[in-house]
Every structure is written in structure tokens, then in C-alpha cells.
């Protein structure tokens, strides 16, 4: 069982930044690869972003690409998420999740453990 935790959501201006946490409750993340989605009021949750734990090959969708970035801790069993030049649709609720690294359809699916979400809202 893999419990995750975010912190570092907030209130921000447009063209602020904001770095999220993901921290995991075991230290056996070599078996995990770990995302970010995010789900605003009244629309269906989406991908953000993901990062290979074996090697840290990272993936963005096309709305953040170039604005965040995924990386992780393997010593602390953190990831983040770096949000620069953040826009009002970014504004959600962000969760991170965690995959086993042997699922299928990386990198947007597969993922079996979620946090509680933190919710980041980008005022206009």
C-alpha cells in the first residue's frame, strides 16, 4: 500500500509559480512511476505530467509543457511539481498519483494509488 500526501497548493496571481509535494509513505518507489492530474469544477480530471522513478524520463501535456516541471526526491520518496507562469485555467485541484512500473499505457494511465488532492487557484 502507497499513501501519498501534496502540499503547496494556493492562491496566485496570474503569471505566478507555485511547487507542489507529493510525499509517498514507503521508500520503495524503484517499483512506482508517479504523475500529476488535475480536475476543475464541472470538467473531467486530466494528465499533467509524469516521471519515470528508474531513470526520470519525464512527460507533459501540451497545456503545461514548458510552464511545469515534474522531478522527484528518491532519497526523501518525493515528487514535485514546478507550475511557472501559471494562467487561470490552471486553477483545480491537483492530485498525485503513483503506478506500478510494470502497467500499461504510460504515461497517462495505469496509475492505482491517488493523494487527497491540493487545490491551486490562479486569480485573474
Known amino acids: 500500500q502507497v499513501q501519498l500526501v501534496e502540499s503547496g497548493g494556493g492562491l496566485v496571481q496570474t503569471g505566478g509559480s507555485l511547487r507542489l509535494s507529493c510525499a509517498a509513505s514507503r521508500r520503495t518507489f524503484s517499483t512506482y512511476d508517479m504523475g500529476w492530474f488535475r480536475q476543475a469544477p464541472g470538467k473531467e480530471r486530466e494528465f499533467v505530467a509524469a516521471?519515470?522513478?528508474?531513470?526520470?524520463?519525464?512527460y507533459y501535456a501540451e497545456s503545461v509543457k514548458g510552464r511545469f516541471t515534474i522531478s522527484r526526491d528518491i532519497a526523501k520518496s518525493t515528487v514535485y511539481l514546478q507550475m511557472n507562469s501559471l494562467k487561470p485555467e490552471d486553477t483545480a485541484v491537483y492530485y498525485c498519483?503513483?503506478?506500478?512500473?510494470?502497467?500499461?499505457?504510460?504515461?497517462?494511465?495505469?496509475?492505482?494509488?491517488w493523494g487527497q488532492g491540493t487545490q491551486v487557484t490562479v486569480s485573474s
Open positions: 498519483a503513483a503506478r506500478p512500473v510494470t502497467a500499461t499505457g504510460w504515461p497517462t494511465r495505469g496509475y492505482t494509488y
Open positions: 516521471i519515470k522513478w528508474s531513470g526520470g524520463s519525464t
